[in-house]
């Protein structure tokens, strides 16, 4: 609801600036790209020029009286416009101020205000703005800001992807071309006691370059865009019991308990492989990092529209800086396990990627030395 001010009333006969004298001026001020405004020392307007119905949609009378500070500005803009104006009264010169101001369509409209304190022009007798509709440009700049973010983004996953391939890539393939020569070695001299050993370690790194080269081919298609959702109805218990049992053995060996949900069915639409993925890689550093004779919780809630996943552990827990750089690609590396377990330190941008794809988030909590909770949510 609009509240016309006192001022406004008493001064239309003496006030009057809808009937310039000079026609010239009143023909500028009308074809004027920018908005005029006029206003008293409290923020009331009492002029507003007629290229208000083109950039807020307001026919200049709907705004006149009014406090265009109360009544138009944005609530996160008021306090700003609230010390501009002071200033403006104070006589500090102006140097433009930026603010969102509501339009008659229920939006919001990016301005730009300069000021010109008149107060005692007897001619004029008001504080003097001229506003200029800039939410072209700021939409500009926010495209701006995140294409400068992506292409860090970028140069970070490049830096990455040559730091992978010069170290973790370059390292399994030294250990198996050693350990291979060492095998051609022994077989030569006959020395056949030590063969199992050798070919178990040559298999382990095989198979570590095995998952690191699966895992950075998947994050790269995820990276260039050329992932879609396959969204079928999922059950997630079952998604989840499946998943366990892929890990039953490895918990077993640390003597660690898996915890799972015994609840009603769940239903969500997504991508069966993509949460499968998500949720094995959650589990596995779950295991990865929690000491023998621990727990690894799972559970299942629905938090505001969406089903919110959790893996909660009683491992060694995350610093707070190593927390808050944990899904970023340049502070991405493997950590080995509590029993030496090794990775490849791309599990969790995938995570990241495959929950995004899904409009969904992904987050963490964790207590050094008393274990972390990973969790993520899909929309219902």
């Known amino acids: 609801m609009m509240v016309r001010s006192s001022h406004f009333e008493n001064s239309t006969a003496s006030k009057n600036p809808q009937q310039l004298p000079d026609e010239r001026l009143g023909l500028l001020i009308k074809n004027s790209f920018d908005l005029l405004v006029l206003l008293d020392e409290e923020g009331n307007q009492w002029y507003v020029s007629e290229s208000s119905e083109r ?19 944005h609530p996160d803009d008021r306090e700003q416009a609230k010390q501009g104006l002071q200033k403006l009264v104070d006589g500090v010169i102006n140097a433009g101020a930026q603010y969102r101001h509501k339009h008659k369509n229920g939006g919001w409209v990016y301005l730009e205000a300069y000021g010109n304190n008149q107060l005692d022009n007897p001619n004029i007798n008001a504080i003097v703005l001229n506003v200029r509709d800039i939410s072209e440009r700021k939409a500009a700049e926010d495209r701006l800001r995140e294409s400068e973010q992506r292409l860090s983004e970028l140069n970070a996953a490049k830096d990455k992807l040559f730091s992978i391939i010069g170290h973790d890539l370059r390292n399994p393939f030294t250990i198996i071309i ?203």
């Open 55 to 73: 950039i807020l949609g307001y026919h200049p009378e709907e705004l006149m009286g009014i406090s265009v500070i109360d009544e138009m500005i």
């Open 178 to 380: 050693g350990l291979s020569e060492l095998l051609v070695q022994n077989v030569e001299e006959e020395k056949l006691k030590d063969l199992p050993e050798l070919a178990g370690t040559i298999r382990e790194s095989a198979l570590r370059i095995n998952d690191l080269l699966s895992h950075l081919l998947t994050w790269a298609k995820a990276q260039s865009g050329r992932f879609s959702i396959d969204a079928e109805e999922i059950e997630i218990t079952t998604l989840i019991q499946a998943v366990v049992q892929l890990f039953q053995e490895s918990a077993d060996q640390k003597f660690i308990t898996l915890n799972i949900p015994l609840e009603a069915p769940r239903y969500i639409q997504a991508d069966q492989q993509m949460v499968h993925t998500v949720l094995r890689n959650l589990l596995s550093n779950a295991i990865k990092f929690t000491p023998e004779g621990g727990s690894v919780t799972i559970s299942v809630s629905e938090q505001e529209n969406t089903l919110v996943i959790s893996v909660k552990d009683t491992g060694i827990g995350i610093s707070g800086n190593r927390l808050n750089q944990l899904f970023q690609i340049e502070h991405a590396h493997s950590n080995t396990g509590t029993k030496g377990e090794k990775g490849t330190g791309l599990g969790l941008l995938l995570c990241k990627e495959f929950v995004a794809l899904h409009k969904g988030k992904i987050w963490a909590e964790s207590t050094l030395g008393e274990g972390s909770t990973f969790s993520f949510s899909i929309p219902l």
